[in-house]
């Protein structure tokens, strides 16, 4: 992949210092990038790879240091001077306007002037239609955007990049949105723009991704550069350690469970949504104290629903669930909470927090209404402020203090807030919808701990994961749903991956009909 | 976030709230002093426009204005009072729909709920009749009052809780239903007998008036004290129950579950509704105490200004009340304040039309402008914010993170 | 904002209370053979210093004006009331200032802000501002006080009475405070000279806001009459929008517009004359729908609602500017007395608008016979009210 050109490197910065008050995000940081090179840039959340980044694209400006471009040194002013430069960004978060068309998302600020203010819609297609052959994106330009997938439009995304002519690409986590089947495109077109001479910085915390494309993995941790690898010559263990700045176990031993007595008896379920269609048709299931259940399933298959009739949030039109012996049957979310229920969400952003609060307001959302946390009508501020200290230490959460806004906190802390609040009390069941989902190695390692920590201490727990490693990992059981049923339950420590996966997939045997029918 | 975890926490606090605080008051203090420059520039240019002889491009006459604006609202004992008399509803409505921002809310009902207060207030003093005591029907007045409010409010927040009909198309619509229902009480069971033209009576004539604050004379060791109305004609009674009210609004919002579940609901009602709050029952209760405040602005207003209404009985507090929960963002005592500013302005407009000549219709722009640049910084923040890919492409106008980004 | 809809409300207010009116900016191109009130002005200003009067020293005066909500340019009372004191400030070599409240809670301040500046003069304008203005002229019986449209009611101790029996006598009472009112049928009567000229099928037509309001009643006796003297046979139908409620009444256009809609394909008239604020200005569209005529009422509506000006012929005109200045120059010359001042055709207190729209045919004969009415009703010869004034049958 490197030829001769690879003497002068495409990209360089050398010397990277951003400060911020309080904060160095990015502490002599010294980057090179060849061309066509695939260059993965991994670190925890809130390492400093994003302001490095953003340094890059013009977003901010550095404190101390230089960037060179083909050896010479340049100033980038802000993101339509790196983009003339050749530089180009696919955040996250798409830049796209769904209304419009591909080709017109690829075009918008980069419109040519040949026909005075009106859009040479002919030309453009034209050029589009070339670049999308030529690198093999399977792309209709004339689609809404509003109606592609994910994955498409993080192609509309590249599309964009390459119609300006990028020859440095950088891409933010660009497989946190996708689906394995998308992710393993996406490497294939990624490797396609390396081999034509483009540089692709790749951002990640996900160690088997940046193993699978990188070309040379650079890892920071706490703004620092920490080392430098080739995929070859290293393995996860390492680059974990690289980037926590110790041992991680990559996988948590979930010990012996000591199982209890029933806590949780589900039987019969049956959940329909808004429009009346039955989408959990009955649902049996049992857990002990002591016990992690997992559900593995593709997305869609009645999880959400199961869940929330579970927590209080959906009546349920039929079937029981009782908490320890107690009926708790349609139970509103409070009276579950009351009653020992716990529930981590999936989405945390959405559900799970109030961002623009401070983290002690987080930390008891969902037990503010009691003592100690209010008296009657009345909050208390002091045992809020007091309890917040005790958890945030007791959770490591990485705040400079309680009473900063929660969403001034990285993805790891934010769900470490979720799980202080849930796991404080003594619960008899605990609910978790993708409990790591989005999060770094040393995150995922601290909230199993805990998750096996609860467990031991005899709660019932409830995992729910479209993760099937995480699900394998930490599971006593694991029952498979398919089209709102349990179709297979199999014991977590012997089941087999592909035999999951394949249940997952098909449902098994136990419903040849319904397969027939669907 | 590389500082040491927890501990930290009381040295970060007080700068981090500090510094915020800051930022939030400089933006309404700059935008506050962007429109004056903006409307003492527009003062000039149309100086020569004016229907009272003055000179075209009269560079003077911005300062003139300003200097009248001043001394007409601070300038005088009559002058405060006058002022704290005009803030009394502004504070009122303020807080009812600075109450709404913070619960994620849009309340525009302003209007119909003023109205509605006043006709409840008015309803208590025609049953009672032409002598009546006001320590009983003043009170009994306002409670009224601010119960036809909460109606006025109830309504839309039970609509969106029943059927999710957004509470901005609702109270719209509503303020003219409530602008006919007015005047049809004007001209119906509030209309004085005999009345050649529809009127109501006079509070102030049956002695159901708030009476301006009067403290009576005491005579200590020779010294007579006091004895006089102490914040001049126009303080009546109204504006203890602002002074009041804001605070009672600030404790039931950081100080009771009850205000935390209204925040939390308001910054994000999915989370709120997951850790178990009803959210429902929220939107129709805060919309209900809203509309309570907002009656409140107007049975004050009939009982200590007005005391009468004839058919064009109306209010543009609807307006104003956001402009100044705006200007507070949504915060008690921020609220306090853009309505002591907005009821000094209204105060010192009568002297400013007066002498230098400069319509008040001046006021009317400042407060537009100063609400243009609050809402352009406002919207810019809340749309660096937004996510613009992936989930959001499904998401149509959701304009509940809007109005928590406007109470911040 | 909400301008717009304070017009309105300025306009219900104003049409609620009936007794309001202008003229005095339409003298120019006048049909009628009005003298120019800015003459009549001009002449008495000119007059008034030389003509060394009985009582003392001419009183130095500091004349300032409430307005009622809405804005002071609105070509409709405000702004006509605002004339008037201008104009007649200008003869006598001061200045006449203005303010416009905001709503109602700013009457009773605004009327106070004009005292605490030393005004003696202060000109209020419309029934809504009535009661404040009482209450102010009790309390400052020195300061001379004129509201526009308002026939002050007081009961025995020179207050607001909330009876409405009068009993006591405003005059006597306060005796420096002056009601402004206007003789409604007399401009009605010229209304109704024009509209049976125009009419091609005699069949005209006239709509009042409310039945029970004695200002609305006589705009629709004088109308009948004048139109009577015009063509003996021309038929005259009558309706009212309203019998109680006052928003259907003056202040709701869409239902003015629905209702005059129906009354013109029913009772088939070609033109039609209305008295009912902006349910008033719903007539008018209704009747530039249907391809009738028009006839305004209280300003010259051909100016304050150009939505209509290509159906409306002309308008009955209370003339409000030339009335508050003949008041303040009275004041001036120390022969104003308190109590109700009447305005008629005698002081130019009422007329009719000039004809702008020479898209509609005015028949040769009208001029003439509109000047030999208000000749007569100036001599007091011509009867434009029945016995009935100011009661419908």
Redesign the interface.
Known sequence: MTGELASVPALEMRGITKRYPGVVANDHIDLDVRRGEIHALLGENGAGKTTLMNILYGLARPNEGEILLDGKTVQIADPSDAISRGISMVHQHFMLVPVLSVAENVVLGAETMARGPFLDRREASKRIAALAAQFGFELDPDARVGSLSVGQQQRVEILKALYRDAQILVLDEPTAVLTPQETDEIFVLLRRLADDGRSIIFISHKLYEVLAIADRITVIRRGRVIGDRKPGETTEAELAELMVGREVELTVDRGASHVGGPMLHVEGLRVTDERKHEIVPGVSLDIRAGEILGIAGVAGNGQDELIEALIGLRKPSGGKVSLDGRDITGCSPRDMNRAGVGYVPGDRHRFGLILSFPVYDNLILTSYYREPYSHGPLRDGAAVAESADAQVARFDIRVPSSNVATSTLSGGNQQKVIVAREFERPLKLLILDQPTRGLDVGSIEFIHKQIIAKRDAGTAVLLVSAELDEVMEISDRIAVIYRGRIVAELDGRTADKSAVGLLMATGGEANPAEEATA | MSAPAGTAGSGFSLRDWGSSLFWTLAESVTAILLAVVVGGIGITLFSGFLPNNHPAFDVGLPFAAYGALWSGAVGSINGIGSTLSYATPLALAGLGVGLGFKAGLFNIGGRGQFLMGSVGAMAVVTVMGPSQNGLITVPLALIVGGLFGAFAGFIPGALKATSGAHEVVTTIMLNYIFVFATYWAISGPLRLPNSPQAITADASAWGAALPTIHIPEVDILGLHLFGADVLGRDAHYGILLAVLALPVIWFLLFRTTLGFEIRAAGANSDAARYAGMKTKQLVVLTMSMAGGLCGLAGATTLLGVVHQMAPGYDTTIGFDAITVALVGRSNPVGIGLAALLFGGMRAGAQTMQISPGVPGELVDALQMFILLFLVINILRRWMAKRPTGGSALTTGAEVAPLAAEVSK | ??FK??NV??L??AT??VASACSSSAATASPVVTPSPVVTEAASATAAPSAPSATATPLALKI?VVT??GR??DKNFNQYS?EGA?AAATALGT??????P?????????I???I??K?NVIVTVG??LG?ATIKAAKANPNVWFIAVDVAPCVDATG??D????CAGDASKLLPHLIGVTFQEDQAGYLAGIVAASVSKTGNIGQLGGINN??AVVRYLQGYQLGAASYKASTKVQTDFFST????K????PVFGKTFSTQFIKQKGVDVLFQVAGGTGNGALDAACAANILAIGVDVDEYLSYPTADKCIVTSAEKHLSSAVNQTITAISKGTAAGGVSKFNAANDGIGISPFHNTAITIPADVQGKLDTALAAMKAGTLKTCPDTCGTWK
């Open positions: 904002m909400t809809h304070r409300l300025a219900l207010a609620a209370l300032g009622d909500v002071v340019d605002y201008k200045t006449a200032e203005y303010v416009v905001k709503d109602a809670s700013d009457y009773t301040k605004d106070q802000s004009f605490d500046q005004y029934f809504n009661d207050a607001p909330s009876t409405f029996k309001n004695p109680g409620d006052l928003g009444a003056y202040g709701d």
